[in-house]
């Protein structure tokens, strides 16, 4: 079972809200119009499927990630 839908039309963007890069880098795709999905890892920390299933797609190990 995957942890994350996935869509060919949406960035996903996980982000710490405190951030002022990532708050940068939200308004920079949501200003170009771009579909985006936030996900606020501090307040909604990621499971551990979602863990491995996010550094699977990134092709690093857990440590690296």
Do not use: W, Y
Request: proline residues 5%.
């Amino acid at each position: 079972m995957k942890a994350f839908a996935r869509s060919s039309h949406q960035i996903t963007v996980f982000f710490d809200p405190e951030s002022s890069r990532c708050g940068k880098v939200l308004a920079v795709i949501r200003a170009q119009g771009l579909p985006v999905q936030d996900v606020d890892i501090v307040n909604n920390p990621l499971t551990e499927e979602q863990l491995f299933e996010l550094a699977n797609m990134l092709n690093l190990t857990i440590s690296e990630l």
